[in-house]
């Protein structure tokens, strides 16, 4: 019984550590939310900027890419380089 707890720990514990794996999307900036730190890309797709990051940097129309990772079913940015 004590062998079978250790393993549901192990794994329990396996799964909560498991690797956060980035993403990427490209588009044009359709919308910027600068009281929320987020921006719209014409495809509908939205995402939150990483501390750092301003949406007031980004305009509408503006080409990017981006590189992000899923957080509680919300993209986060933690890279957007304007593409010329």
């Known amino acids: 019984m004590k062998t079978m ?3 549901t720990t192990v ?7 498991a690797p956060v794996f980035a ?3 490209s588009g ?6 600068p ?3 987020s921006i ?3 495809d509908g797709s939205a ?3 990483a501390e750092g990051s301003e ?7 503006t080409k990017v890419a981006i590189t992000y990772v899923k957080k509680h079913g919300e993209s986060i940015a933690s890279a957007v380089k304007i593409m010329k």
């Open 55 to 61: 949406a007031e940097d980004f305009k509408p129309g």
């Open 11 to 17: 794994a329990a514990l396996a799964l909560m550590t």
């Open 40 to 42: 719209r890309l014409t």
């Open 28 to 33: 044009v900036v359709k919308s910027v939310d």
């Open 5 to 7: 707890a250790t393993l």
């Open 23 to 25: 993403a990427s999307a």
């Open 35 to 37: 009281s929320h730190d």
């Open 47 to 49: 995402f939150t900027l």
